[in-house]
């Protein structure tokens, strides 16, 4: 075998330094399997190859390709781990998005009898959101359950922490809103400003519950049949999302038609961004889910 | 003439052609590309051919103790570098017999 030959001058300290630093900053642009496969031998080729301006660039440049079209497919474990730590989050996403669809047209009386797209588009999404809930749920248990354990069993605390996430930060949200209803003399939560205002920060518990249970999957990297099923099931649940959203979608498009007397469907601003978070939610769970069900269905 | 082919090679074959004869490690590879074949190999397309490639069982990485890890061909590597080169052999042959007919080139 060719033995390493780096045929380079080293450059000066500091310079040294900042190439590394910018080689460093290459690799970390790939996606996380991607660098836990190749993200050492790619340094140290920057590293052979005296960090290179231009080579650093070029490993900058191909990130862009390995998170649209990862060919890293022979890391199954990695590429179902990390495809279903961010169909979780996307998810999340989706499903507090959709929320916040449903509690405005409820708000604003757009549920009523004359609105049938709408009454529709709500019924699709409470439909889908409760499937998606049950295919996620069921699929994701025994992977829940497997590394839950082995956290527990291994005297792994933060792991555990991470992995109660997903039951803690609902609890402790639910919580804080009764209260801050209480306070703020709005118990229901019916009027619009209130709910504006925690509105942000269900996004963010639901960010943490989804994070959570990711940062464990990252650490504890689990394997075998328990992944495999929570990969399918991650795609099964994104499917069924993005049914609701796009009924969602189809309900604001008429909406900016139709109820422009309604405060935010007066103008396509507010709309355009919710869609636009909508489908960049719907689009990030569908790719990374296939992704994940793609790695588990694979020939060994 | 170092890069002058670039556009028009075939990066996956050329890492399939460095690695025919013994395995090499990424800088191996571009430094082998460069001399034998005359066509400069960037950091960035190196890997993404090397994912391709192992992803497809076309070459195979070996154990290695420090961060510059080794891949070889695999036997359905040698296959389809085979019958690459071959396909490129009667591409390279047609080339050569049409352009000395037509320009009176003798090729070199």
């Not at chain 1, 080293?10 to 460093?24: D, E, Q, S, V, Y």
């Not at chain 1, 409470?126 to 998606?132: D, K, R, T, V, Y």
């Not at chain 1, 399918?232 to 109820?259: F, K, R, T």
Request: contains cysteine; aromatic residues 6%.
């Amino acid at each position: 075998m060719t033995p390493p030959t780096p045929a380079h001058s080293t450059p000066p300290g500091a310079t040294l330094a900042g190439r590394k630093l910018l080689a460093r900053a290459a690799v970390a642009l790939y996606p996380p399997a991607w660098r836990a496969r190749y993200g050492d031998e790619v340094s140290a080729l920057l590293d052979d190859s005296g960090g290179v301006l231009a080579a650093v660039a070029s490993v900058a440049w191909r990130a862009l390709p390995a998170w649209i079209c990862p060919r890293h497919l022979h890391d199954r474990p990695a590429r179902m781990r990390s495809s279903v730590a961010t169909a979780l989050l996307a998810w999340s996403m989706l499903a507090g998005l959709g929320l916040v669809f449903a509690q405005l047209i409820q708000l604003q009386s757009l549920m009523a009898p004359g609105y049938v797209e709408v009454r529709w588009a709500h019924a699709v999404f409470s439909g889908a959101l409760a499937l998606s809930v049950l295919v996620a749920g069921l699929g994701g248990l025994p992977l829940w359950l497997l590394i839950l354990r082995r956290a527990r069993r291994e005297h792994r605390a933060r792991d555990t922490l991470y992995l109660l996430m997903p039951v803690l930060t609902p609890v402790a949200y639910l919580a804080g809103l009764a209260v801050t209803g209480r306070l703020a003399g709005d118990p229901n939560g019916e009027s619009l400003s209130w709910f504006l205002a925690v509105a942000p920060a269900g996004f963010a518990a639901a960010a943490i519950a989804a994070i959570g249970p990711g940062l464990a999957l990252r650490r504890l990297q689990p394997q075998g049949p328990a992944l495999r099923l929570a990969a399918v099931a991650a795609a099964v649940a994104a499917a069924i999302m993005a049914v609701a959203a796009a009924a969602i979608a189809v309900a604001e498009v008429i909406l900016c038609q139709w109820a422009r007397q309604y405060s935010g469907y007066d103008n396509f601003t507010t709309p355009g961004i919710y869609l636009a978070l909508v489908a960049a939610a719907a689009s990030v769970a569908m790719v990374s889910a296939a992704r994940g069900a793609r790695a588990a269905l694979a020939e060994p | 003439m170092t890069g002058r082919l670039d556009r028009w090679a075939d990066p996956p074959l050329l890492v399939l052609a460095s690695l025919a004869d013994e395995p090499r490690h990424g800088y191996a590879i571009t430094q082998d590309v460069a001399q034998t074949m005359g066509v400069r190999l960037s950091a960035g397309t190196l890997y993404a051919v090397i994912a391709r490639l192992e992803a497809s069982g076309l070459i195979e990485p070996l154990e290695s103790d420090d961060r510059r890890r080794p891949y070889r061909i695999t036997a359905a590597g040698a296959q389809a570098l085979a019958q690459e080169s071959e396909r490129m052999s009667k591409v390279a042959s047609v080339a050569r017999q049409r352009l000395s007919t037509r320009l009176g080139w003798a090729g070199s």
